[in-house]
């Protein structure tokens, strides 16, 4: 196991990765339904004791797909979490109050669609224009184009399921290249689950870099310098079981930089990776971010930052 050293002498062992995220093997990843997977902090509206799913329906006139997407988050209430444009629509922090938005009037209307007499209506055709797109896309075995018709923070979770369809790792590691460096908070838009599942059963992670990608990966030396900031709100303490995740950068001043990113409350976590156990390196947001399992960190030291 890790130590890790805080700057008041403090020390926090670590757990291993199969003891901060085994809630899965390898082999029972690939084999259950997606909507096993989720973030822990995910909770379905159709699991809430006191939905009534057909009556809800009934009631509001939603397309019943999406009924099935809508969760509960902490952070944003009851939320789509969809591969379609709904994707992190808000609904409100309560059953009923979703209830009276989605049969009230549509947030928007749009010169090019029809004129909707309620927010459900509104939904309800976005949602299938989406899925007439995609079905022509997907018909057309066109991967990548259809890709990009998945919302960015469900880029990854739709490659999970389409992995044996597509059948191609050139490919698969261009849409994850994409889905990754444009999803934001993968440990809760996915979970870390998805995304080591899909690195482990590709042959070759490295051709999600470009060639100037790889050009610095090759450069690197064996033993690799990382670092991971962390902000918390002020009254938070720091997780390490959450927040030893799989995003690193080689540049310390990015570490700092998303340390304070948010809130004031921030953390540099730094250590040190073999280079063999880097996934990729990427650089599409300027980030110079590595992928790593929180495993393989060594050395590791957690120094208070704060916004200057």
Not at 79 to 102: A, C, D, P, Q, W
Not at 227 to 243: A, F, H, I, P, S
Request: aromatic share 12%; proline share 3%.
């Amino acid at each position: 196991m890790n130590e890790l050293q805080l700057e008041n002498g403090e020390k926090i062992v670590l757990p291993t990765m199969n003891e901060n995220y085994g809630k899965f093997s390898d082999e029972e990843l690939q084999s259950l339904p997606v909507g096993e997977l989720q973030p822990e902090d995910w909770t379905h509206l159709t699991d809430y004791y006191y939905f009534d799913y057909d009556e809800f329906v009934e009631d509001t006139g939603l397309n019943e797909e999406i009924v099935n997407q809508i969760v509960f988050l902490d952070l944003l209430g009851w939320t789509i979490k969809s591969e379609s444009y709904l994707n992190n629509h808000m609904m409100g922090g309560s059953v009923g109050g979703m209830r009276l938005l989605l049969k009230g009037e549509p947030m928007m209307n749009h010169p090019l669609h029809p004129n909707y007499k309620t927010e459900s209506e509104r939904l309800n055709y976005l949602y299938k224009m989406w899925k007439d797109e995609k079905k022509k896309l997907e018909d057309e075995k066109d991967w990548i184009e259809l890709s990009w018709k998945v919302e960015k923070n469900g880029v990854l979770r739709w490659l999970f399921r389409k992995w044996d369809d597509i059948g191609d790792d050139k490919i698969r590691m261009e849409i994850f290249r994409n889905g990754y460096t444009s999803m934001e908070f993968p440990r809760t838009n996915i979970g870390y689950d998805f995304i080591l599942s899909m690195l482990h059963k590709t042959d070759n992670t490295h051709l999600m870099m470009d060639e100037e990608e790889q050009k610095v990966y090759d450069e690197l030396p064996d033993m690799v310098k990382v670092y991971r900031g962390v902000g918390l709100k002020d009254d938070e303490e720091l997780e390490t079981d959450d927040e030893l995740g799989i995003s690193w950068s080689i540049s310390k001043e990015k570490g700092e930089w998303f340390s304070n990113r948010f809130w004031n409350n921030g953390y540099l976590i730094e250590g040190e990776v073999k280079k063999e156990h880097i996934y990729g390196y990427l650089n599409g947001r300027q980030e110079q971010e590595v992928i790593v399992e929180p495993r393989f960190i060594e050395n590791i030291k957690i120094t208070k930052t704060s916004r200057k």
